[in-house]
């Protein structure tokens, strides 16, 4: 049986990046860069004030108490009028350009002000208070790399750059087809005998969630016919994901259909508890996925395995779970044949991470994700961690 590594990275390997599409820069939220970002321009553009005061030369002012005369102001969004006369002090507000001849700026607060002159009550030094052209970013730089998440300060430092429009990976259209003759959507009537379909709601929401497009096409009977006519309807979509139907039983078809005509599979089987069974294949040109049925396995899965492939569409460079070592508070029981996730909550400790278990760890408990914020993951082969042991774990949470 492949491990998590492998199956991920023969995923992985068989999925190519979107193209690249031009979007106005405040539709760019949550997408990753299709282009490297390289400034035309020094930012700040010009000395400015980073304080209200008054610009000086510091030759000016050897000592405390030296009196000078205030030559004019400027506003913020004005122009100096002309360059700093010598024994002089111009007015300047936070943000002002600072005029020729300045060295520094003395704020307010050290200064006493009579009117067209003004007491510096400090020694001021070369270049206080003054932000000076291309400290934050210059001319050349490289700023964003391809493959970058656009989230609030890269739209900031896009927007301070003037990209009115910036070139991102499209997003992926991602199939979901739900299997089972037992599980009914929200809109269906619940009859004895029928559960609701929670992973249709969880896949949706996770897909939704790495800004991919979800293509939801409802639930197929436990039939070959059924689930064809299903996966034929998703001919616009660029993944395939399922979930059910695809470990031992007699009506778990998932794999019939991936195995039959024009189709293929690559594998159906990965080391991980919960959810071993877990295809990979071909199904109509698209790749597919097909998730395990029960509600955990379903959503493990698709973070370890559909999430990496919706993020290399995407253009994304890390495609794993952010990975923390943090200490057990409890003992965790492991798998001797494969390695575990337990969900569990990440937290802090004093000066350290440390995680706890989220109680009952079924696969088909889904509260156990809703309380949970990560992964802990139990090695295969060990039997048990012991409580004050470090656990890898993997986030599973945007902020947590
Ligand atoms: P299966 O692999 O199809 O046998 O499904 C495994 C378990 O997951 C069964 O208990 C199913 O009832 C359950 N299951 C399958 N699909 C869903 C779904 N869409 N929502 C919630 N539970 C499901
Ligand atoms: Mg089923």
């Given at each position: 049986?492949?491990?998590?590594?492998?199956?991920?990275?023969?995923?992985?390997?068989?999925?190519?990046?979107?193209?690249?599409?031009?979007?106005?820069?405040?539709?760019?939220?949550?997408?990753?860069?299709?282009?490297?970002?390289?400034?035309?321009?020094?930012?700040?553009?010009?000395?400015?004030?980073?304080?209200?005061?008054?610009?000086?030369?510091?030759?000016?002012?050897?000592?405390?108490?030296?009196?000078?005369?205030?030559?004019?102001?400027?506003?913020?969004?004005?122009?100096?009028?002309?360059?700093?006369?010598?024994?002089?002090?111009?007015?300047?507000?936070?943000?002002?350009?600072?005029?020729?001849?300045?060295?520094?700026?003395?704020?307010?607060?050290?200064?006493?002000?009579?009117?067209?002159?003004?007491?510096?009550?400090?020694?001021?030094?070369?270049?206080?208070?003054?932000?000076?052209?291309?400290?934050?970013?210059?001319?050349?730089?490289?700023?964003?790399?391809?493959?970058?998440?656009?989230?609030?300060?890269?739209?900031?430092?896009?927007?301070?750059?003037?990209?009115?429009?910036?070139?991102?990976?499209?997003?992926?259209?991602?199939?979901?087809?739900?299997?089972?003759?037992?599980?009914?959507?929200?809109?269906?009537?619940?009859?004895?005998?029928?559960?609701?379909?929670?992973?249709?709601?969880?896949?949706?929401?996770?897909?939704?969630?790495?800004?991919?497009?979800?293509?939801?096409?409802?639930?197929?009977?436990?039939?070959?016919?059924?689930?064809?006519?299903?996966?034929?309807?998703?001919?616009?979509?660029?993944?395939?994901?399922?979930?059910?139907?695809?470990?031992?039983?007699?009506?778990?078809?998932?794999?019939?259909?991936m195995t039959e005509g024009g189709n293929s599979m690559?594998?159906?089987?990965?080391?991980?508890?919960?959810?071993?069974?877990?295809?990979?294949?071909?199904?109509?040109?698209?790749?597919?996925?097909?998730?395990?049925?029960?509600?955990?396995?379903?959503?493990?899965?698709?973070?370890?395995?559909?999430?990496?492939?919706?993020?290399?569409?995407?253009?994304?460079?890390?495609?794993?779970?952010?990975?923390?070592?943090?200490?057990?508070?409890?003992?965790?029981?492991?798998?001797?044949?494969?390695?575990?996730?337990?969900?569990?909550?990440?937290?802090?400790?004093?000066?350290?991470?440390?995680?706890?278990?989220?109680?009952?760890?079924?696969?088909?408990?889904?509260?156990?994700?809703?309380?949970?914020?990560?992964?802990?993951?139990?090695?295969?082969?060990?039997?048990?961690?012991?409580?004050?042991?470090?656990?890898?774990?993997?986030?599973?949470?945007?902020?947590?």
């Amino acid at each position: 049986m492949i491990t998590v590594e492998q199956a991920r990275e023969t995923i992985v390997s068989r999925i190519t990046p979107l193209p690249a599409e031009k979007l106005a820069l405040d539709q760019a939220l949550g997408r990753y860069l299709a282009e490297d970002i390289v400034s035309g321009m020094d930012i700040p553009p010009w000395d400015n004030s980073a304080m209200d005061g008054y610009a000086v030369r510091i030759q000016d002012v050897p000592r405390e108490g030296v009196r000078l005369d205030v030559s004019y102001e400027i506003p913020a969004g004005s122009l100096p009028q002309g360059p700093l006369g010598e024994g002089r002090a111009v007015k300047i507000m936070t943000g002002a350009p600072v005029p020729p001849g300045a060295d520094a700026v003395v704020k307010r607060e050290d200064t006493e002000e009579y009117g067209d002159s003004v007491v510096i009550r400090t020694l001021p030094r070369k270049h206080d208070n003054i932000r000076l052209a291309g400290e934050d970013i210059r001319t050349g730089d490289l700023i964003l790399e391809e493959g970058a998440l656009l989230e609030a300060p890269e739209i900031g430092v896009l927007a301070s750059l003037r990209r009115r429009m910036v070139f991102c990976r499209q997003r992926p259209v991602v199939a979901i087809i739900a299997t089972g003759d037992e599980v009914a959507d929200l809109d269906e009537e619940l009859t004895e005998g029928k559960i609701p379909s929670s992973n249709s709601s969880s896949l949706i929401s996770r897909v939704r969630q790495l800004g991919a497009i979800p293509l939801y096409l409802g639930i197929a009977k436990d039939t070959v016919e059924d689930l064809r006519d299903k996966f034929a309807r998703a001919s616009r979509a660029d993944l395939i994901l399922t979930s059910g139907g695809v470990s031992m039983g007699d009506y778990d078809v998932v794999r019939d259909v991936m195995t039959e005509g024009g189709n293929s599979m690559e594998f159906w089987k990965v080391r991980v508890k919960p959810g071993r069974p877990l295809a990979f294949g071909v199904i109509n040109g698209i790749p597919a996925i097909g998730l395990p049925g029960n509600p955990v396995s379903t959503m493990l899965s698709f973070d370890l395995f559909a999430r990496p492939a919706i993020l290399k569409f995407m253009g994304a460079r890390t495609l794993t779970l952010p990975k923390v070592r943090a200490r057990l508070t409890e003992g965790i029981r492991g798998s001797s044949d494969r390695p575990q996730y337990v969900r569990g909550i990440l937290k802090r400790c004093g000066d350290e991470l440390c995680v706890s278990p989220t109680g009952p760890q079924g696969s088909g408990i889904l509260s156990s994700m809703a309380r949970g914020n990560c992964y802990m993951i139990v090695p295969q082969g060990s039997k048990i961690l012991e409580k004050g042991e470090y656990a890898e774990c993997e986030i599973f949470r945007s902020s947590w």
